[in-house]
């Protein structure tokens, strides 16, 4: 158990619908990444956020969004959805940034249908 | 942009001989480089990191990897190959900056009894 914890572990919607996915990030730990995981794509990143701001960003698209909370919980919300946004939705955390060297931790994911 | 290759999209390997699992990385300034696994329906798992120092880094299950300035890799090896070690292997690295951590396509592991 990495003690990133994700919510819903799956989830079937159809197109054009909104979906919320949910991350706690390990105790202590101030950055929240989030990231798909596809057949074709592989493990893409799509965002960062470090303390509440967003720190990187990477192949996220207009319709995904994402922040940060107050308590470091993170959402990913990801919008008009379409069929080939089914994929596996991974949440990591990490103490600070990469550049420390600091290890990230994911979860066990999110999985994505979309019908 | 920085970028990971593993050029090898599955490696077979028999039980008890060493294995080998390739990684090239390329990135502006110094490398911070990483091993994950991927079993089944699981999240990814942290094995082993590169960060500074010593060129050759232990990890968790008896896993290594050796860092390599000069060919830019970073490799990921383990003496004594086990059935259980059969799962998908990621690389990872970061330069820092805006471009987080960017993964290889994975290595499937496949060890034959």
């Known amino acids: 158990d990495s003690g990133v914890t994700q919510t819903p572990k799956h989830l079937i919607t159809a197109t054009g619908q909104r979906v919320t996915l949910r991350c706690s990030p390990r105790?202590?730990?101030?950055?929240v990444y989030w990231y798909q995981q596809s057949l074709d794509q592989g493990l893409q990143f799509l965002i960062q956020y470090y303390n509440g701001e967003e720190r990187a960003k990477g192949n996220i698209l207009e319709r995904f969004s994402a922040q940060q909370f107050p308590d470091l919980h993170s959402e990913l919300n990801l919008s008009s959805l379409e069929l080939g946004d089914s994929a596996l939705y991974f949440c990591?955390?990490?103490?600070?940034?990469?550049?420390?060297?600091?290890?990230?931790?994911f979860g066990e994911g999110s999985w994505l249908t979309v019908v | 942009a920085q970028s990971v290759a593993q050029p090898e999209d599955q490696v077979n390997v028999a039980e008890g001989n060493p294995l080998t699992v390739k990684c090239t990385y390329s990135?502006?300034?110094?490398?911070?480089l990483f091993w994950y696994v991927q079993y089944p329906n699981r999240g990814l798992q942290f094995l082993l990191k590169?960060?500074?120092?010593?060129?050759l880094v232990k990890g968790s299950y008896g896993f290594e990897a050796e860092f390599n300035k000069s060919q830019t890799s970073f490799h990921l090896k383990k003496p004594s190959a086990l059935v259980s070690d059969s799962a998908l292997y990621f690389c990872?690295?970061?330069?820092?900056?805006?471009?987080?951590?960017?993964f290889g396509k994975g290595t499937h592991l496949i060890i034959q009894p």
């Open positions: 990591a955390s990490s103490v600070g940034d990469p550049p420390d060297g600091n290890t990230i931790y």
């Open positions: 590169y960060i500074t120092g010593d060129n």
């Open positions: 990135v502006s300034g110094n490398p911070y």
């Open positions: 990872a690295v970061t330069g820092g900056g805006a471009d987080g951590l960017t």
């Open positions: 105790s202590g730990d101030l950055s």
